[in-house]
Every structure is written in structure tokens, then in C-alpha cells.
């Protein structure tokens, strides 16, 4: 059979495997390859309560169990928490990573410790189904009179494209002042700078999109990332000050084709859940 009369067959059958835009994919690839991902900030498995140090050890189990039903509902590839404890006084003392991902059947996990001392010990975690390749922890300096934080950041397999590897973060950024978030994020970029992998960049920025000191924008510049729908007064991830302060960004060469603010009550944040799929260019 001649060839242009089996590409029109194929046009026909497979309209989408014709298109020649930047949303197109090859016939045998009907369904493009989503990643899902999902960002929370625990706040120490409080969950909308004033302060861990009000609650009783076993109600922060609770709160856990709580973030477990809910990743085994959303079922994302990965998750990036912060304010994840490791070994602290005042919630059991045990590693609520470890935790979350066990009884959620998640296979693969990292935290990073980057408050650690006075019988405290927590940071930023990811969670995956696929192996985290060389994870790394980044602290930042210290502020004064403040806990420490930092990022933490590793490789994984593209699901169903063998080969692609996107780097994922998890971050959180100081709360307090617009000149130490902007010290981090320099940090954050000299990290990054020399990795060539797609990035997808969550968690907890305490920024929002249009604040005076622009550090979204910065980090669009520099690393070349976007966001989805960055004034959508609608997408509130911190309830107390109706700000929108927990963020997903990615590479050009990803497409966020969805975007949710859980309405969950498992912490003083929402949990956002993204789906990507990887578009190239």
C-alpha cells in the first residue's frame, strides 16, 4: 500500500497523532504520560490547630493519618512536604516521612534536616513512587531568632519515558522578611545553575505573586520556570491570611494542565495538587 495513503488512514484513525503543535504526541502514545504532584506544608501535624505543643502525641498521629487517606486519594507521583519532623519533642518523637510514606504506600522518601537542635529535628521531605536519584538537603543560614530552613532536591524517572529525568524540590522560604527569602532563593539558584534536568519547584515561597519584592518573578527569570494562573485570587493555600503562598513551578518544557487547592483541613495550608505532562522543546 502506497505511503501517503497510510498516513492518511492514520490521520484519520489518529487525529491527535497528526497534529503538528507543541501538544502533540506520537501514535502509540494516546495517552500522554502525566505526572502528578502535590506540595503541603504539615505544619508539624498540627493540622488547623494553634500549636503542636497544645496537642497530645497522639493526636498528631491522627493528623497524620489524615494527610495519608488524602495522598492515597489524589495518588500523586510525588509529594513535597515542609515542616516535616524528624525526631522532635513535641510530636512523638518519630519520622513523620517516614510515616506518611509507608502508610500511604509510597516505596521512596528523603527529608532534609534543616532545624535541628533543642530536642527539634525537621525540614522538607519528598515522597515518591519512583527512586529519588542522588537526593540532596540544602540548608539556609539561619535568621535570627528563627528556625532554620532550606530545600531539598532530587532526580526521578518521567513515568512511561524512558530516559527523561526532571529534577523535583521541595522548599520552604523564610516567613519574616523579603531580604532573607531573597538570600535563599540566591542560594537556591547557585544550586540549580549547573543542572540541566526539567525542574518542578514546590512548596512553601511565604510570597505571593505580586508582592512588592517579586521573588516569583525572579525565580521565572533565572531558572526559567512558570506557574499556573500566578493571579488567581481564588487559589487561597493559606486560609488565616487569604494569601495564596504555596506554589508549583516548572520548566517550558512541562505543562501544567491542571491545578487544585485541596479543601482538606489536614493543616494550617492546603495541600496543591498539579498534573504535568512533559511537552519538550
Known amino acids: 500500500m502506497p505511503v501517503a495513503i497510510i498516513l492518511l488512514i492514520a490521520a484519520a484513525l489518529f487525529p491527535r497523532a497528526a497534529t503538528a503543535d507543541n501538544n502533540a504526541y506520537n501514535i502509540g502514545e494516546l495517552v500522554p504520560e502525566i505526572l502528578k504532584v502535590m506540595t503541603l506544608n504539615v505544619g508539624h501535624a498540627r ?5 503542636q505543643l497544645l496537642q497530645s502525641d497522639e493526636q498528631a498521629v491522627q493528623h497524620l493519618w489524615r494527610i495519608v487517606d488524602v495522598m492515597k486519594r489524589e495518588d500523586p ?8 519532623d524528624r525526631n522532635s519533642f513535641w510530636n512523638g518523637r518519630f519520622d513523620h516521612t517516614e510515616f506518611l510514606a509507608e502508610n500511604a504506600d509510597y516505596p ?10 533543642q530536642m527539634l529535628d525537621y525540614g522538607t521531605a519528598l515522597v515518591a513512587k519512583s527512586s529519588l536519584s542522588e537526593p540532596l538537603s540544602v540548608p539556609f543560614t539561619r535568621g535570627f531568632a528563627r528556625p532554620r530552613k532550606g530545600f531539598v532536591l532530587s532526580a526521578v524517572d518521567w513515568p512511561g519515558r524512558e ?4 529534577d523535583v524540590l521541595s522548599i520552604h522560604l523564610d516567613f519574616l522578611t523579603p531580604w532573607k527569602r531573597r538570600g535563599e532563593v540566591r542560594k537556591l539558584i547557585d544550586t540549580m545553575q549547573d543542572r540541566d534536568n526539567p525542574r518542578i519547584l514546590m512548596g512553601d515561597l511565604n510570597t505571593g505573586y505580586l508582592d512588592n519584592e517579586r521573588l516569583i518573578h525572579r525565580l521565572e527569570d533565572t531558572l526559567d520556570l512558570y506557574t499556573w494562573r500566578p493571579t488567581d485570587d481564588a487559589a487561597v493555600t493559606f486560609p488565616k491570611l487569604k494569601r495564596r503562598l504555596d506554589w508549583v513551578l516548572v520548566s517550558p518544557s512541562l505543562e501544567i494542565i491542571s491545578h487544585e487547592v485541596l479543601p482538606d483541613q489536614i493543616s494550617d495550608h492546603r495541600a ?6 512533559y511537552v519538550g522543546g
Open 47 to 51: 493540622a488547623d490547630g494553634r500549636s
Open 108 to 117: 521512596h522518601f528523603f527529608t532534609g534536616s534543616h532545624a535541628r537542635g
Open 163 to 166: 530516559g527523561l529525568k526532571v
Open 77 to 84: 507521583h510525588v509529594i513535597a512536604f515542609q515542616e516535616i
Open 272 to 277: 496543591v495538587v498539579a498534573e504535568i505532562r
